[in-house]
């Protein structure tokens, strides 16, 4: 979402919130209008101008980055929003980046460096994928919030710190905390106020809102006019789970317009390149396969099902949610339309 950080400031005339007690400046690049985002910017604005840390939550592309520059704004900071990606970070690349070096600490260091907890003095220190460093790091990280200092490599003075230390993670640190991966302590430090990200299938309302934002977006990218689209398009993009969330959404209008330019944008398009995300299959760093599962339109049984009462269940349920539109239940199902209306033909024989 960094990219969508920037991209959306185009959009800061329109006022997409509409929040009591919200100062929408603040917020501008976040497109929603959803109760439960409407909550966790609430809790930000009334956040903000401390200096406690403050922990993200959220999956991967739902928007992290852009929470934590509103928090920036929101606080009215005066110094640099300062952001750091800390996957596949070591301690040495850990301590050097954000703590600097003294010139000759080690061989190639030829002059002194200033490291990033220093550059964004006065203002925000953002350190995302806080899940994944290790030990060392941790306790590195552990020092810097609770005592308010650090020390440079090759330095023995310590230097304050005066930026305000935002973190986030798409992984649940509490079971991290219990495996003993991740120190109890550091995680009650940055846990101080926690801010939750709904991921984009919780939050189905603000689709139509971004689907706008992003062809404005995208299109005046291309220097072309923003296309139209047909109304079926919402039905079937409510239909996804986006496992992806808002990130996949915009790569998703990002390739439709290119492919397509300024003619109206179709079903047929989308279809296309969903039954292509489907097809990618998220792996877990333990190796395993891995799909999301937590969805607001949940199926259960009162016990096992026989396979045509599930498969009766399932069309029932798509339809539900494409409100009956058969092209988009299809693509839900990952069958052809003129499959499931022979499905749906023979349910029809089999009730009578």
């Known amino acids: 979402m960094a990219g969508s950080c920037q991209s959306l400031h185009s959009l800061k005339n329109k006022r997409y919130l509409h929040l009591e007690s919200i100062r929408e400046d603040d917020f501008s690049d976040i497109v929603t209008?959803?109760?439960?985002?409407?909550e966790q910017l609430r809790y930000v604005q009334l956040i903000a101008p401390t200096q406690r840390p403050v922990l993200i939550l959220g999956e991967t592309g739902s928007g992290k980055e852009l929470f934590a520059h509103a928090l920036h704004q929101a606080g009215n900071r005066t110094?640099?929003?300062?952001?750091?990606?800390?996957?596949?970070?070591?301690?040495?690349?850990?301590?050097?980046?954000?703590?600097?070096?003294?010139?000759?600490?080690?061989?190639?260091?030829?002059?002194?460096?200033?490291?990033?907890?220093?550059?964004?003095?006065?203002?925000?220190?953002?350190?995302?994928?806080?899940?994944d460093i290790e030990g060392a790091a941790q306790?590195?990280?552990?020092?810097l919030i609770q005592e308010r200092e650090y020390y440079p490599l090759g330095c023995d003075t310590p230097v304050k710190c005066e930026a305000r230390i935002v973190v986030a993670t798409n992984r649940d640190l509490e079971s991290a905390v219990i495996k003993g991966t991740f120190r109890e302590d550091l995680y009650y430090r940055i846990a101080a106020h926690q801010v939750c990200i709904p991921p984009l299938r919780c939050r189905k309302d603000d689709i139509p809102l971004l689907l706008e934002?992003?062809?404005?977006?995208?299109?005046e990218s291309l220097g072309l006019a923003a296309p139209s689209y047909f109304p079926e398009l919402v039905t079937l993009l409510c239909s996804y789970s986006f496992p992806g969330n808002v990130r996949e959404l915009?790569?998703?209008?990002?390739?439709?317009?290119?492919?397509?330019?300024?003619?109206?944008?179709?079903?047929?398009?989308?279809?296309?390149?969903?039954?292509?995300?489907?097809?990618?299959?998220?792996?877990?760093?333990?190796?395993?396969?891995?799909?999301?599962s937590d969805t607001s339109d949940g199926i259960s049984f009162a016990c096992f099902p026989t396979l045509k009462e599930a498969e009766k269940v399932i069309i029932d349920k798509s339809l539900e949610i494409a409100k009956s539109n058969q092209g988009v239940a299809a693509a839900m199902l990952g069958i052809s339309r003129q499959a499931l209306n022979r499905r749906l033909q023979l349910m029809k024989g089999l009730r009578c």
């Open 250 to 292: 915009q790569s998703m209008v990002s390739e439709a317009i290119a492919r397509n330019g300024s003619r109206k944008l179709t079903q047929e398009l989308f279809k296309e390149i969903i039954e292509r995300q489907r097809q990618v299959v998220q792996v877990t760093r333990d190796g395993m396969p891995y799909r999301s």
């Open 33 to 38: 209008c959803n109760s439960a985002m409407r």
């Open 79 to 131: 110094g640099p929003f300062v952001a750091l990606n800390l996957a596949g970070l070591d301690d040495n690349m850990f301590s050097d980046t954000l703590f600097g070096h003294k010139k000759g600490t080690f061989s190639g260091a030829e002059s002194d460096r200033e490291g990033l907890v220093s550059r964004a003095a006065g203002g925000t220190l953002f350190l995302d994928e806080i899940g």
């Open 213 to 219: 934002a992003f062809i404005e977006v995208e299109a």
């Open 139 to 143: 306790i590195r990280l552990l020092r």
